[in-house]
């Protein structure tokens, strides 16, 4: 009996043993299946996760960049405006200037001056257009034997000397000049922005 038993017992550990065998291989492929799936996952997580926050990025960027652009395209327009604000003040000052100088026997002296350069250059006899502000100069200006005519138009000061015979048209106005200049007043001053 106790052959036997030993036989048994030798039989139930060999069994035992054999099971344990076939347990911790099971084991150590479900553990290596289980590995392999978890780094499947976290693979997938990490690809997912780095597009969405490459894609996050580009959306962050393209919007700073349009704000950025916006608020250059806000500021360089409040610039202009600024600019703008400030040639008129240059503008209305020299206006005042001008309507000060209207006023003194200079003024007659310089429009005499313009007259005799433009009816130098003409073959006939020009017709002479003023302001109807010039009025009083009337006689003075038709002594330099010119035809005198009177304009409601706002010409500021100046003359339009016209050759009719020739279609000739020489604008001596200062606003004309005014306008010209203001035209020119960044560059001729050398203003940039």
Same mark, same amino acid.
């Given at each position: 009996? !106790? @052959?036997? %038993? =030993?036989?048994?017992?030798?039989? /139930?550990?060999?069994?035992?043993?054999?099971? &344990? +065998?076939?347990?911790?291989?099971?084991?150590?492929?479900?553990?290596?299946?289980?590995?392999?799936?978890?780094?499947?996952?976290?693979?997938?997580?990490?690809?997912?996760?780095?597009?969405? !926050? @490459?894609? %996050? =990025?580009?959306?962050?960027?393209? /919007?700073?960049?349009?704000?950025?652009?916006? &608020? +250059?395209?806000?500021?360089?327009?409040?610039?202009?405006?600024?600019?703008?604000?400030?040639?008129?003040?240059?503008?209305?000052?020299?206006?005042?200037?001008?309507?000060?100088?209207?006023?003194?026997?200079?003024?007659?002296?310089?429009?005499?001056?313009?007259?005799?350069?433009?009816?130098?250059?003409?073959?006939?006899?020009?017709?002479?257009?003023?302001?109807?502000?010039?009025?009083?100069?009337?006689?003075?200006?038709?002594?330099?034997?010119?035809?005198?005519?009177?304009?409601?138009?706002?010409?500021?000061?100046?003359?339009?000397?016209?050759?009719?015979?020739?279609?000739?048209?020489?604008?001596?106005?200062?606003?004309?000049?005014?306008?010209?200049?203001?035209?020119?007043?960044?560059?001729?001053?050398?203003?940039?922005?």
């Amino acid at each position: 009996m !106790i @052959l036997e %038993e =030993t036989k048994l017992l030798n039989f /139930e550990n060999l069994v035992i043993s054999e099971a &344990k +065998q076939k347990r911790d291989s099971v084991f150590v492929e479900l553990s290596a299946e289980k590995k392999q799936k978890l780094d499947e996952i976290i693979a997938e997580l990490e690809q997912n996760a780095g597009e969405k !926050i @490459l894609n %996050e =990025t580009f959306k962050i960027a393209r /919007e700073k960049n349009r704000r950025i652009i916006k &608020k +250059q395209s806000e500021n360089k327009q409040e610039l202009l405006n600024e600019r703008e604000k400030l040639i008129d003040g240059v503008f209305a000052k020299v206006l005042s200037m001008l309507s000060d100088f209207m006023k003194t026997d200079e003024y007659v002296i310089n429009l005499t001056a313009i007259i005799q350069r433009g009816k130098a250059q003409l073959s006939t006899t020009p017709v002479v257009v003023l302001s109807e502000n010039d009025k009083k100069l009337e006689a003075s200006i038709t002594a330099l034997d010119v035809v005198v005519e009177f304009t409601p138009d706002n010409i500021i000061g100046g003359c339009i000397i016209i050759d009719k015979k020739n279609n000739i048209q020489i604008d001596e106005t200062y606003s004309s000049r005014l306008a010209m200049a203001r035209d020119t007043f960044l560059e001729t001053y050398n203003i940039k922005v």
